[in-house]
Structure formats: structure tokens, C-alpha cells
Nanobody
């Protein structure tokens, strides 16, 4: 079964760090762009960061300098290292894999940042 499994969320104080993991099972993400998205209560889902097949990365302005996306092909896993977390980072985080017209979404992992 083709799946993306996101994990690593939790409760952290402002200024703290978390590392989210997105594990791909049933397929190899080598040919996919992998992205992290988030949705805060009452808000629309927004893009946070993406890593493309050539290794290039993009970040939302709100997380630049604080978040880092990285992939481990051997583990078929993409990570999102989140440092200096802020209360406004509180959201459910989702990972997504895209290759052409094919798109796979994982279940979310909840991140709560207390002030």
C-alpha cells in the first residue's frame, strides 16, 4: 500500500525545536517532490517547505532561517527540522508527494507551540 506517514509532532514551548518525519511506504520517493504543509485552526492549508528531486528546496517566508527540510533516501524519509518555534507555528502538519499528475498525502501530525 502506498502511504506517507508523518510523525514527530507534539507540544513544545516557544523557542523550542521539533523534528517531523515523513516516511514513504509502498513506493520510493526518489522521483517525487516532497512537501510539508500545515493547517492552523480556522485557516487554510499553506505550504511550508518542499524538496525537489534535484535536491533543491523552498521555504515559506515565515519559516526561512528556522526550518530545514532534508531527505534520507536510504530510509525513504523526509525530515522537517523546526527550530525557534513560535506560537504561530501551531498547526497540523502534513507531508505530500508529487510526481506529475500523481499526488499522495499523508495523515497529519499536530504541533502545538505554547507561549
Amino acid at each position: 500500500e502506498v502511504q506517507l506517514q508523518a510523525s514527530g509532532g507534539g507540544l513544545v514551548q516557544a523557542g523550542g525545536s521539533l523534528r517531523l518525519s515523513c516516511l514513504a511506504t509502498g513506493f520510493s520517493f526518489d522521483d517525487y517532490g516532497i512537501g510539508w504543509f500545515r493547517q492552523a485552526p480556522g485557516k487554510e492549508r499553506e505550504g511550508v517547505s518542499c524538496i525537489f528531486t534535484d535536491g533543491s528546496t523552498t521555504y515559506a517566508n515565515s519559516v526561512k532561517g528556522r526550518f530545514t527540510i532534508a531527505s534520507d533516501c536510504a530510509k525513504n524519509t523526509v525530515y522537517l527540522q523546526m527550530n525557534n518555534l513560535k506560537p504561530e507555528d501551531t498547526a497540523v502538519y502534513y507531508c505530500n508527494a508529487v510526481r506529475g499528475p500523481y499526488e499522495i498525502w499523508g495523515q497529519g501530525t499536530e504541533v502545538t507551540v505554547s507561549s
